[in-house]
């Protein structure tokens, strides 16, 4: 299943400049311990379920969700051993964060560039060492103050860096963590090299790595709210506020990769409630869960890009494009307002074709196009497919 998504994807990054989001989140299915078998434990370490760590292509440029580069999905069914932090990268659960994109690069090969992105549980240094070369870059947020070549350590370095600009960023709601409003941050960067640290497994990894690092810190947060802080280490070079401030927008993208997990869960396919009994069988479940959930994030994200350039080809086969074509006369409405309005064979085209079999009406005013509405329009969808072709397989003209 993976790997026909990962065919599409390589003609759809072709020449583009690719952001390979990754990240890990946990299928809690403890409200159904007693009708679920062959689960592990998850986060907590006695709920049970299972984990996955989705490898997600965005355009740099546009901010197009092009689909899934990688899917990994396991069940923690043993408990770490005694000499887990002396043991190699490929035996620990962390190795996820270098086999994604490894497996991934099948997929990017026609891109013209990639930025590997994942958050602080992917500051790791073998994945430093390992996967950047000539057209592959990472984008990490710092997790550990990691010592600095020639003295000091890696946070308190970035600390005492000059300050090289102030800018102003609208920060979303994140119910249960912060409220919405306008940051103004306190922006300083500078090359560093960190140096490799005592546990590191790999023989070979180097003694030391240049990166750039990106210090990102909000000035006077209102009260009782925890002010902005990341500290971003880069392949990237970073050596003006321009190319800083590039920096700190491609990591912003990481709301896809979160936007694609609430989609999985309560936001769309609603995946914790599954009736599947068997743990192998969830983990199946979960990938195709990703893939439908990825397909239902770019359709909502399609409508809402200001190109409309993206074809609809990069989620749908050529027999879905001929039924979605056919279907055009019934779902246009009768007022101007209820055409479509967007490019044919265009993916805005498709989402908006979509949302109409979910139950949208077509009026801007109707604001029901969300990640929920795009679920019930491709399920509809997929069943008028088979019986479209079906009836063309029984009853040939």
Request: charged share 25%; with cysteine.
């Amino acid at each position: 299943m993976v790997a026909r998504v990962r065919q599409r994807l390589a003609e759809a990054v072709a020449g583009r400049h690719v952001l390979a989001i990754q990240d890990t989140s946990e299928i809690n299915y403890e409200s159904k311990r007693g009708r679920k078998r062959g689960l592990g434990t998850v986060g907590n370490g006695s709920d049970v379920g299972l984990f996955i760590h989705p490898v997600l292509a965005i355009d740099a440029e546009t901010g197009d969700c092009l689909g899934l580069a990688d899917v990994q999905v396991w069940r923690r069914l043993k408990k770490k051993a005694a000499n887990y932090r002396q043991q190699p990268i490929e035996e620990k659960e962390s190795y996820r964060w270098l086999k994604g994109p490894e497996r991934a690069k099948w997929g990017f090969a026609k891109a013209a560039m990639v930025t590997v992105i994942d958050d602080r549980e992917g500051d790791i240094y073998e994945k430093w060492a390992r996967l950047p070369d000539r057209r592959t870059h990472l984008l990490t947020r710092a997790c550990r103050d990691r010592a600095i070549t020639g003295g000091g350590t890696l946070f308190a370095t970035m600390a005492a860096l000059p300050e090289r600009h102030r800018f102003t960023l609208a920060l979303p709601t994140r119910p249960g963590r912060r409220q919405a409003r306008q940051a103004l941050l306190s922006l300083r960067f500078a090359k560093l090299c960190i140096s490799r640290p005592r546990p590191c497994s790999d023989p070979n990894a180097p003694a030391q790595i240049e990166l750039s690092a990106v210090d990102v810190r909000e000035l006077n947060p209102p009260a009782g709210e925890e002010p902005v802080h990341w500290r971003l280490l880069t392949t990237h070079d970073v050596e003006n506020i321009e190319q800083a401030l590039t920096v700190i927008g491609w990591y912003r993208q990481r709301w896809h990769v979160e936007q694609l997990f609430r989609t999985v869960k309560r936001q769309g396919l609603d995946l914790e409630e599954s009736v599947f009994a068997d743990g192998e069988a969830l983990e199946k479940l979960a990938v195709v869960a990703l893939i439908a959930a990825c397909q239902t994030m770019q359709l909502v994200l399609a409508r809402a890009s200001s190109s409309h350039s993206q074809p609809a080809s990069h989620v749908f086969d050529d027999r879905e494009l001929q039924v979605l074509a056919a279907l055009q006369a019934r779902l246009r409405g009768r007022t101007v307002k209820q055409q479509n309005p967007y490019p044919p064979g265009s993916l805005a085209w498709a989402a908006w074709s979509i949302a109409r079999l979910g139950g949208w009406t077509g009026y801007g005013s109707d604001k029901s196009t969300g990640p929920i509405t795009m679920r019930d329009g491709l399920e509809r969808f997929r069943a008028i497919v088979q019986g479209y072709f079906l009836n063309e397989d029984l009853c040939p003209s």
